[in-house]
């Protein structure tokens, strides 16, 4: 199976991602033997701590990984991962930023520290600012910012908003702790996500750029064609500027439902 990563912190030393040169090397090498054919650069960038500088120094740094992956056959695109602090209205207007392969789509987080649900529209206030610019959200791994349970409701009204879900595949696995993992699989049985990403930082341990094994457990789960949708065809449409996909997750019969129809 080949993958696309749409959220990855591989550009080294301009983030709390890969540390140095040979980390990135490590990981492109550990991608390459997953099967990630593409990657999508996304440093973090926090408005009101970075100015046109700072973006023109990462800049430079992805383009130095873009020329670095071609070793290993993994096309860079550049993008970034916004943070939606208080600042973030002066980066969108000043443009001190990338959107995901020079696309519409925009990767943009909320601080997982912090219950969304606490925030009232606050959020959705947020979000919207994009689409005033020709912009569409991407809403970086949602399953995190729901601390007592995911709200399907307000994920439904994003993506009925036209808004992108993104899980990540550290969440699926566990890694986040079990509510973000039950979060996440809430999300896919309900059909209310897009893509699944890895969030690479590391190029050891848990936050690695590896795809096919939650690829299994989500095939396995809500079929391979919804798992195909998630992990390569959609980050493709994003590549392509194209709209997205929804998946179509058929829902298990229960023990009860199947004794009701004998």
Known sequence: MKFIDIHNHFAWDIDDGMESKEQAMLALEGAKKDGVQAIM???HFIPGKQDRKDVEAMSSRMEELKNL???YGIEIYFGS????????????DNEWFYTLAGSGYALCEFDVRKNIIDFGDEPDDKLYEFTVRNMIPVIAHVERYFHKGVSLEKVREWVENGYIIQINRTSLLGMHGETAKKNAWKLLHA?????VASDAHRASGNRICKLSD????????????NANILFYENPLHIIRNE??????????KSFFDRLRRR
Do not use: C, Q, W
Request: hydrophobic share 40%; glycine share 4%; aromatic share 6%.
């Open 191 to 195: 059909g209310l996500a897009h893509v």
């Open 69 to 71: 992956a071609r070793d």
């Open 214 to 225: 939650a690829y299994k457990l989500v095939a396995d789960e809500i079929g391979e064609k």
């Open 243 to 252: 709209e997205l996909e929804d998946i179509s997750v058929v829902k298990k």
């Open 41 to 43: 650069s996304t440093p």
């Open 81 to 92: 991962e916004i943070f939606l602090n208080d600042d973030y209205l002066e980066m969108l």
